[in-house]
């Protein structure tokens, strides 16, 4: 969830911290009953991916801040192409002015249209659909 990730998620990858635990988060439950959980599983992904009897692989397409949309596109285009499964946002990519939803959106449906004529293979790409459009 949002809420996690903008708690921990970069905290941990701070290279001033020598040492970082966390020893206690306490959600409220009226805010943890929310959550339903993930509409579905592993094997949905495999089947929509048509990968089977191996890990999938992927990443995420870094650095998440300062690429245009378009040279974000083209991070998954390379990625895709390069053999990976899919690519995702960072957690914490959103709409910037520099690169609005849509137009990742766009340039990301390319990379993979791309990728997938070129290689043969169904490929994805995971948005952070959390961010405003």
């Known amino acids: 969830t949002n809420m996690f990730t903008s708690i921990v998620g970069n905290v941990f990858g701070f290279k001033a911290l020598r040492a970082l635990r966390l020893e206690d988060l306490r959600i409220p439950p009226t805010y943890s009953k929310t959550f339903q959980g993930p509409p579905h599983g592993i094997q949905v992904e ?7 009897g191996r890990p999938l692989l992927g990443c ?7 690429l245009s949309a ?14 990976l499964d899919f ?7 959103n ?3 520099f690169m609005r939803w849509r137009d990742r959106f766009v340039f990301c449906a390319e990379a993979i249209y791309k990728a997938q004529a ?4 169904i ?10 459009t």
Request: proline fraction near 4%.
């Open 46 to 52: 495999r089947d929509k991916l048509n990968k089977y």
């Open 60 to 66: 995420t397409i870094k650095p998440k801040l300062g």
């Open 70 to 83: 378009k040279n974000y596109g083209r991070a998954c285009y390379e990625c895709l192409r390069g053999g």
């Open 87 to 93: 690519t995702k946002d960072d957690e914490n990519v």
């Open 95 to 97: 709409s910037q002015p």
């Open 118 to 121: 070129e290689t043969g293979e």
């Open 123 to 132: 490929k994805g790409h995971y948005l952070n659909a959390t961010a405003g």
